[in-house]
């Protein structure tokens, strides 16, 4: 029988910290499902990362929640959209 060793790292957020996480995923998994419509919505002709990132701008203004996520991580499901489609 192998043995199997590992390590768990455990985070023990106080309620401030709980809550920022949370809200940050909230608001990944909404900027997701409208990157998504987003995508599905626009001809293929248009589907550039520059529109793309034009898109998840305007979102960001218009959307106060989408506030919660940090602009850099809003960029990632952009760049895993067009790694899919390529």
């Known amino acids: 029988m192998k043995r199997q060793r590992g390590h768990k790292a455990r985070l023990y957020l106080t309620p401030s910290q709980l809550t920022a996480a949370e809200d940050q995923g909230h608001a990944a998994r909404v900027m997701w499902n409208c990157l998504h419509s987003w995508w599905t919505m626009l001809p293929e002709g248009k589907r550039t990362p520059a529109a793309a990132d034009e898109a ?31």
């Open 56 to 86: 998840i701008r305007q979102g960001r203004k218009a959307l106060d929640f989408l506030g919660a996520l940090p602009a850099w991580p809003s960029i990632s499901p952009r760049a895993a959209t067009f790694r899919s489609s390529a």
